[in-house]
């Protein structure tokens, strides 16, 4: 079974500061797709970014941007010029590619940025 | 277009009851999957459902249950509930010709007292 894993429960950054969270996965499968998801305290739950297995180039989103690590089973969000609203808690996700209607979500991480 | 609703937001229960949440996708998603949401935990993945049918289903007692109406809106029974049923249930809808990304509710918050 495909698992997600985010091994830091917390992080905190400074604003304007750039911060970094871990993310691996395990799969058998070669095709398939990496995400990031955004959940602020009002609950409601966002995608920020995404990541398709098959393209070699890190996907980026304005302040958002991926390292995308095939081999080592790594996707980690990093996120530059940190702003208050980026304080939320932040899911990895994946789907596999062929059968893919299911998504498996790591536990999170918290992200506190400091004023 | 609207997003994904669920309803109701805020639910009180007690042990043994039985409860029955709602979600209602985005015009036109087929696919709904529910997922429940407790600290340190993550997200648990508890059944997707597409065109009316069950497509995947998590690790969880037959306690929890699901459907989905022709119109694609979807209910989530528990019965006999738990202590430990209490949680954030979240509903996610996706198209059916785009698997790319998967659209949250609000969420209800279930507290089983």
């Known amino acids: 079974a495909q698992t997600v894993t985010q091994s830091q429960p917390e992080m905190s950054v400074q604003e304007a500061e750039t911060v970094t969270l871990s993310c691996t996965y395990d799969?058998?499968?070669?095709?398939?797709?990496l995400f990031w998801y955004k959940q602020p305290p009002s609950r409601q739950m966002i995608l920020v970014i995404r990541?398709?297995?098959?393209?070699?180039q890190n996907a980026t989103e304005n302040r958002f941007s991926v390292n995308f690590q095939k081999a080592a089973k790594s996707f980690s969000l990093k996120i530059s010029d940190s702003q208050l609203g980026d304080a939320a808690m932040y899911f990895c996700?994946?789907?596999?590619?062929?059968?893919?209607?299911?998504?498996?979500f790591g536990t999170g991480t918290s992200l506190t940025v400091i004023p | 277009k609207a997003g994904v609703t669920q309803t109701p937001r805020y639910l009180i229960k007690t042990r043994g009851q039985q409860v029955t949440l709602s979600c209602s996708p985005i015009?036109?998603?087929?696919?709904v999957s529910w997922y429940q949401q407790t600290p340190g935990q993550g997200l648990q993945f508890l059944f997707e459902?597409?065109?009316?049918?069950?497509?995947n289903k998590g690790n969880f007692p037959g306690r929890f249950s699901g459907r989905q109406f022709s119109n694609s809106r979807s209910e989530m029974n528990v019965s006999t509930l738990e202590l430990g049923d209490s949680a954030l249930y979240l509903c996610?809808?996706?198209?059916?010709?785009?698997?790319?990304?998967?659209?949250f509710g609000p969420g209800t918050r279930l507290t089983v007292l």
């Open positions: 996700a994946y789907r596999a590619g062929v059968t893919g209607n299911q998504f498996y």
């Open positions: 799969t058998s499968e070669s095709d398939y797709y």
């Open positions: 990541q398709e297995a098959y393209k070699q």
């Open positions: 015009s036109g998603h087929r696919s």
């Open positions: 459902y597409f065109s009316e049918t069950q497509r």
């Open positions: 996610a809808s996706m198209s059916g010709l785009d698997y790319n990304e998967q659209f």
